[in-house]
Nanobody, 124 residues
Framework: QVQLVESGGGLVQAGGSLRLSCAAS????????MAWFRQAPGREREFVAS????????DYADSVKGRFTISRDNAKNTVYLEMNSLKPEVTAVYYC?????????????????WGQGTQVTVSS
């Protein structure tokens, strides 16, 4: 059974940085695509970034390009989201997701497995 466990969230001041981690277990993930989504209070869950595990190809939401970086560590079966120059408007619960078909699309419906989420709060 696939399990995704996020960590690394917290409270940070505007302009600061955070690195989120998503530890994946229960499968061989080489054919998967992994992604980060976020959901702010009162808003729909939205795509942040994705990475195809085998190729390392990445995709980003326009709003985070140049400030966020998604990466993976094959040996640790872990996906990361490095977030820099943080702004209060990125405050949300951040979720890790896995697509066994390896598509890496910015659509919630294409991800079969989800973590429990980690809270990121950016203060002004």
């Amino acid at each position: 059974q696939v399990q995704l466990v996020e960590s690394g969230g917290g409270l940070v001041q505007a302009g600061g940085s955070l690195r989120l981690s998503c530890a994946a277990s229960g499968r061989t993930f080489s054919n998967y695509a992994m992604a980060w989504f976020r959901q702010a209070p009162g808003r729909e869950r939205e795509f942040v970034a994705s990475i195809k595990w085998r190729s390392g190809n990445t995709d980003y939401a326009d709003s985070v390009k140049g400030r966020f970086t998604i990466s993976r560590d094959n040996a640790k079966n872990t996906v990361y989201l490095e977030m820099n120059s943080l702004k209060p408007e990125v405050t949300a619960v951040y979720y890790c997701a896995a697509d066994p078909l390896g598509r890496g699309l910015p659509r919630i419906q294409t991800y079969m497995y989800w973590g429990q989420g980690t809270q990121v709060t950016v203060s002004s």
